[in-house]
C-alpha cells in the first residue's frame, strides 16, 4: 500500500526553535510539494520540486523557511526560527510529471502538525 | 490568478439523505480532482476527471466534469456518518500544466446527523 509518510506527526516547540519536517514520497513518484493548511487560510503551497530540483517556493517566506530534497525519497522543510504564527499544518503530496504527460493526481501524507509557543 | 469558488461553504445533513456540492472557476480547467479530508488526516484523492463531460462513479460518489469545463459537481448518495469531513475540489493552475501544480477550493464542510 503506496503512502506518502511524514514525520513527526506533531511538533511543539518554542519561539525560535529550529523545526525540521520531513517526508518520503511515494516510491517512483517525482514530484513533490509541500502545503501549510490553516483554518483562515485553508489549503497554501509553500513549495513544490520536480525529480528533486526546486520549481517555484514562492509561497514560502524566504527568510526563514528552507526546502531540499536530499535524495529521491527525502524531502524536507525546515523553519528557522520558528515563530507562533507557523502553528499550522503542514502537508507533503507527491505525484508524477513528465516533461509534457503525466497525472495531475497529487497524493498527500497525514501531516505534521506544528505548535510553536 | 486562478481561483476555485466551492459551494456550500458547508452542510448539515441527515444519514440517508444525498448530498451535492459544486466547483467552479473563471478559466477553463482541463482536469477536476475531487479529495476529502477526514479530521487529523490529509485529504485523500477521491475521483479524477480528465474530459468535459465526462461523470465518474466511485462508490456512491458521482463527480461530473462540466461541459463548460468551468466547473464541475460531486453528489454522494444515500450519505452515512463516515462520510463527513471537508470536500476539496482542485485543478491545475494556467500554465502549470507541466509541472502539476494545483488550485484547491475552499472546502464544503459536511456534517452528517445519524
Known amino acids: 500500500d503506496a503512502r506518502v509518510t511524514q514525520t513527526p506527526r506533531h511538533k511543539v516547540t518554542e519561539m525560535g526553535q529550529e523545526v525540521t519536517m520531513r517526508c518520503q514520497p511515494i516510491?517512483?513518484?517525482?514530484?513533490v510539494f509541500w502545503y501549510r493548511q490553516t483554518m483562515m487560510q485553508g489549503l497554501e503551497l509553500l513549495a513544490y520540486?520536480?525529480?528533486?530540483?526546486?520549481?517555484?517556493d514562492s509561497g514560502m517566506p524566504k527568510d526563514r523557511f528552507s526546502a531540499e530534497m536530499p535524495d529521491a525519497t527525502l524531502a524536507t522543510l525546515k523553519i528557522q526560527p520558528s515563530e507562533p504564527r507557523d502553528s499550522a499544518v503542514y502537508f507533503c503530496?507527491?505525484?508524477?510529471?513528465?516533461?509534457?504527460?503525466?497525472?495531475?493526481?497529487?497524493?498527500f501524507g497525514p501531516g505534521t502538525r506544528l505548535t510553536v509557543l | 490568478g486562478q481561483q476555485l469558488n466551492q459551494s456550500p461553504q458547508s452542510m448539515f445533513i441527515q444519514e440517508g439523505e444525498d448530498v451535492s456540492m459544486n466547483c467552479t472557476s473563471s478559466s477553463i480547467f482541463n482536469t477536476w480532482l475531487w479529495y476529502k479530508q477526514d479530521p487529523g488526516e490529509g485529504p485523500v484523492l477521491l475521483i479524477a476527471l480528465y474530459k468535459a463531460g465526462e461523470l465518474t462513479s466511485n462508490g456512491r460518489l458521482t463527480a461530473q466534469f462540466g461541459i463548460t469545463r468551468k466547473d464541475s459537481f460531486l453528489n454522494i448518495s444515500a450519505s452515512i456518518p463516515s462520510d463527513v469531513g471537508i470536500y476539496f475540489c482542485a485543478g491545475p493552475n494556467a500554465g502549470g500544466t507541466s509541472y502539476g501544480k494545483l488550485t484547491f477550493g475552499q472546502g464544503t464542510i459536511l456534517t452528517v446527523h445519524p
Open positions: 520540486f520536480r525529480n528533486r530540483a526546486p520549481l517555484d
Open positions: 516510491l517512483g513518484h517525482n514530484t
Open positions: 503530496a507527491s505525484g508524477w510529471r513528465g516533461d509534457t504527460l503525466g497525472h495531475n493526481e497529487q497524493f
